[in-house]
């Protein structure tokens, strides 16, 4: 970990830990390994934009830990992430800004305003490559399962426009969601870094939609 402190350091070892115990057995896609993803995009994008690699990782590393989908209400996850940094004595500052990038990285059916500084754009864009691609389409498959959404229904039509709790609450498809959500981000990225990452993810998951509907049709 370049140009970071023995106590940053030891902090985000403590945050690995945490984040390994808590979601490590989480079953919708944002699991552990989803985190793992994460961190390593994001210390790749914030050595490039040149942010502060520390921010950075502490935020990727914790963000989901704020999940409203996976706490009671998006105040109790910000209110364990917030016990989190005290306890583990991270600075006032850093503080502010890691909960602050957390609170509002989110799509939330792209309502959220724009990341305010570098390190939150970078925080966000890493958690965006990890629904753009490959894995993206894993990840869509066992969401969509474990809300009891179907694959696909050619008579439910992707909402064009819709609310926070219309994007969070109402039936959907997996297949709907590349185009409310997963279509979307690679236009959506902040940086320049995340951009080109996003460019091949982007293109791999129109081939999938091609060959996808073709087999639907039967016409391979």
């Known amino acids: 970990m370049m140009n970071l402190s023995e106590i940053e350091q030891n902090i985000l070892k403590a945050a690995e830990t945490y984040v390994k115990h808590e979601l ?23 050595a490039a934009e040149q942010a502060d690699m520390f921010v950075c990782m502490l935020a990727a590393y914790l963000h989901d830990i704020a999940d409203e989908k996976l706490n009671p209400s998006k105040e109790a996850g910000m209110a364990k ?28 059916g792209g309502h959220n305003p724009p990341m305010r ?12 490559l990890d629904a753009v691609g490959a894995i993206s389409i894993a990840r869509a498959f066992v969401y969509a399962g474990a809300k009891g959404h179907l694959i696909y229904d050619p008579e439910v039509k992707p909402r064009e426009v819709m609310s926070k709790d219309q994007y969070r609450n109402e039936e959907s498809t997996a297949i709907n969601h590349f185009y409310e959500k997963l279509l979307k981000l690679k236009d959506l990225m902040n940086t320049k870094e995340g951009r080109k990452l996003a460019e091949q993810r982007h293109a791999f ?9 073709d087999e639907w049709e039967g016409s391979v």
């Open 117 to 128: 500084t570098i390190e939150g754009k970078v925080v966000q864009d890493a958690d965006r």
């Open 81 to 108: 992430v917030e016990k989190w940094l005290q306890d583990h004595t991270v600075g006032t500052a850093d503080q502010e800004h890691i909960l602050e990038i957390i609170s509002t990285m989110s799509y939330n």
């Open 205 to 213: 998951m129109e081939q999938y939609l091609e060959q996808f509907f």
């Open 24 to 46: 490590g057995q989480e079953t919708t896609g944002h699991d552990w390994w989803h985190i793992h993803r994460v961190v390593r995009s994001a210390e790749k994008i914030a």
